[in-house]
């Protein structure tokens, strides 16, 4: 049953496969999806060269994206909130600051070393099932951070969620 669930999950998914395998080529082009990413990322690099103390403020790096460029990428449009960095990290680092960064690279740290050094002490087994899918969603959570922009919207609050229950 599970070779021929798979089987008809992937003829489902084959279309939607196929287009996104199909269009990987289009994402390396000059308007394409990582192109922007890149783009985006010497914008917030920018901005972290020149504040890296304090950040631009909360929110606030669009406004600097467009007021002073480090890139041509914002001249043929407006900013929009789509255009905000994809980077968490990149991302804390240019509206917050490095020491932020910091606290929250600490903070991320003292997550994993937690789990792993409960890991082996909890003796219910359902609740090391949940503490390790908490835990594996927290790190995939980190890896997907990097490519759609997610500070301070509602996925952040799942992302804390998760390390409260790893913490727990």
């Known amino acids: 049953f599970g070779l021929l669930g798979f089987i008809i999950l ?34 917030a690099l920018n901005l972290i060269v020149h504040y890296p103390l304090t950040g631009v403020g909360l929110n606030r790096s669009l406004e600097y994206f467009s007021q002073y460029p480090a890139t041509d990428f914002f001249q043929n449009f407006i900013p929009t909130s789509f255009y905000k960095i994809h980077s968490l990290f990149l991302e804390i680092a240019a509206e917050a600051g490095l020491p932020a960064l910091l606290f929250f690279l600490i903070f991320i740290y003292l997550v994993i070393l937690k789990y792993i050094r409960e890991k082996k002490n909890t003796q219910v087994k359902e609740i090391a099932l949940f503490r390790k899918s908490a835990f594996y969603g927290f790190l995939l959570f980190l890896i997907f951070s990097n490519f759609p922009p997610f500070l301070f919207s509602n996925q952040m609050r799942y992302f804390f969620l998760l390390a409260a229950i790893v913490l727990v």
């Open 10 to 43: 992937l003829a489902i998914l084959f279309p939607y496969l196929n287009t996104r395998i199909s269009t990987v080529s289009e994402a390396f082009d000059d308007p394409g999806s990582m192109t922007t990413r890149f783009k985006l990322a010497q914008e």
